[in-house]
């Protein structure tokens, strides 16, 4: 099981970014994927979730209507899409999964058991 996370960087406040987690060495047609992040000195978060096999999405309601985690055509990626981005989003993003969960809500309430490395997003003037 491999994650791959992607596209991090420096944006200002309020623009857009958008992430990319690429699965691979297992097939993304069933368990829960989901995005989390860490400030510094702060606990890992979940911010958006995707249920596989039925895309049902759950987003924690502090990143609700600026965050929007999908598929593109390529379904072994995982987008998540950020708007409106506020300096309190600044943190490293990681994507994470269980194989043996297949709830979005689930996945963002409870641990994923496989991680990707992270990738930092700084909101920033």
């Known amino acids: 099981v491999q994650l791959q996370a992607s596209g991090g960087g420096l944006v200002q406040p309020g623009g857009s970014l958008r992430l990319s987690c690429a699965a691979s060495?297992?097939?993304?047609?069933?368990?829960?994927i989901g995005w989390f992040r860490q400030a510094p000195g702060q606990e890992r978060e979940a911010v958006a979730c995707?249920?596989?096999?039925?895309?049902?999405?759950y987003v924690p309601d502090f990143v609700k209507g600026r965050f929007t985690i999908f598929r593109g055509e390529a379904k072994n990626v995982v987008y998540l899409q950020m708007d409106n981005l506020r300096p309190e989003d600044t943190a490293v993003y990681y994507c994470?999964?269980?194989?043996?969960?297949?709830?979005?809500?689930?996945?963002?309430?409870?641990?994923?058991?496989?991680w990707g490395q992270g990738t930092l997003v700084t909101v920033s003037s």
């Open positions: 994470g999964t269980d194989l043996g969960q297949a709830s979005s809500y689930a996945l963002c309430h409870g641990r994923p058991t496989e």
């Open positions: 060495g297992f097939t993304l047609n069933r368990p829960a």
């Open positions: 995707l249920s596989t096999n039925n895309e049902i999405t």
